[in-house]
């Protein structure tokens, strides 16, 4: 299965700045999501990322908020932009394998 | 919209007692997934269960597929305290992953 790195690991940052999170996966692949996740709980998609193409987003999630870039086929970037206390969460990048998925080790994020 | 019920959503035991947690959905799956997550870390893939009546074991772990495909237990016998974390199930269906609300295990040495 696929390998991701995901940085930053965690990150305290100032409210109305924004933070890129970066994964850069061991091999070449499709499609690429991210999901955000409060500690302890379940995943919550955010939107999925091609290759060549604007990202998909899920309800709830815009652009805007969380532009996403996709330069080739084995990395990506999520950005959350102007950050609020709101904000602070875990947010994970995934592929998808044969049988399963493959995530990141995820950002911590909190937003003073 | 598509629900996959997972239960309990905690449970804290002594190491060596048996336990099961559910995922139960009135959508039929293509597939169900299983992962474990320990803090720190993203979720990693226990098993992927395909076929109606399906049962597979990771040794102290069973998981079954429901005969229609709309439910899926995970069973682990003589638990121990490494098999502390959060368990998630997720049902493939229309493209999508449909996530459970996670179990967050707690085995008490």
């Known amino acids: 299965s696929a390998v991701i790195s995901q940085k930053p690991s965690r990150d305290i940052c100032q409210r109305g700045t924004s933070l890129t999170i970066q994964c850069q996966v061991d091999?070449?692949?499709?499609?690429m999501f991210w999901y955000r996740q409060q500690p302890g709980q379940s995943l919550t998609l955010i939107a999925t990322a091609n290759q060549g193409s604007e990202a998909t987003y899920e309800s709830g999630f815009v652009i805007d908020k969380f532009p996403i870039s996709r330069p080739n086929l084995t990395f990506s970037t999520l950005t959350v932009s102007n950050m609020s206390p709101e904000d602070s969460s875990i947010y994970l990048c995934s592929v998808e394998g044969v049988v399963g998925y493959t995530f990141g080790s995820g950002t911590r994020l909190t937003v003073v | 919209t598509q629900l996959l019920e997972q239960s309990p959503q905690f449970l804290s035991i002594q190491e060596g007692e048996n336990l099961t947690v559910y995922c139960n959905s009135s959508s039929v799956f293509s597939s169900l997934q299983w992962y474990r997550q320990e803090p720190g870390e993203g979720p990693v893939l226990l098993v992927t269960v395909v076929t109606g009546g399906e049962v597979k074991k990771l040794k102290r772990l069973t998981f079954q597929f429901g005969d229609a495909r709309k439910d899926s237990s995970l069973h682990i016998t003589a638990a121990q305290p490494g098999d502390t974390g959060l368990y998630l199930c997720a049902g493939a269906s229309n493209y999508q992953l449909i996530w459970g609300a996670g179990t967050k295990l707690i085995i008490k040495p």
């Open positions: 091999s070449q692949v499709t499609m």
